[in-house]
Nanobody, 124 residues
Framework: QVQLVESGGGLVQAGGSLRLSCVAS????????MGWFRQAPGKEREFVTG????????YYADSVKGRFTISRDNAKNTVYLQMNSLKPEDTAVYYC?????????????????WGQGTQVTVSS
């Protein structure tokens, strides 16, 4: 069993930055594909970015490409999401997710473990 805990969310002005962390316990993440999703009020949870087990492959949704960066430190069992140039439309609860295969996917149902989420609010 894997427990994921996100942190780093908060309130920031448009154009600002935040760095989210997702720390895992219970099992090493070193062979897991990881993803970040977000869910805004009244909307479905959407895939934001993913990273392969080694960090060698990443993917970004068009809406965040060039502004967000996903990374991981397997020694610390942690995945990060650096968010720059934040926009009001980035406001959402952000979730990290892990799947017990090497690679990420944009499919919510393919993930085995989820964190509880962290709120990101971007004011205009």
């Amino acid at each position: 069993q894997v427990q994921l805990v996100e942190s780093g969310g908060g309130l920031v002005q448009a154009g600002g930055s935040l760095r989210l962390s997702c720390v895992a316990s219970g099992r090493t993440l070193s062979s897991y594909g990881m993803g970040w999703f977000r869910q805004a009020p009244g909307k479905e949870r959407e895939f934001v970015t993913g990273i392969s087990w080694s960090g060698g492959t990443t993917y970004y949704a068009d809406s965040v490409k060039g502004r967000f960066t996903i990374s991981r430190d397997n020694a610390k069992n942690t995945v990060y999401l650096q968010m720059n140039s934040l926009k009001p439309e980035d406001t959402a609860v952000y979730y990290c997710a892990a799947r017990t295969t090497y690679y990420y996917t944009a499919s919510r149902g393919a993930y085995d473990y989820w964190g509880q989420g962290t709120q990101v609010t971007v004011s205009s």
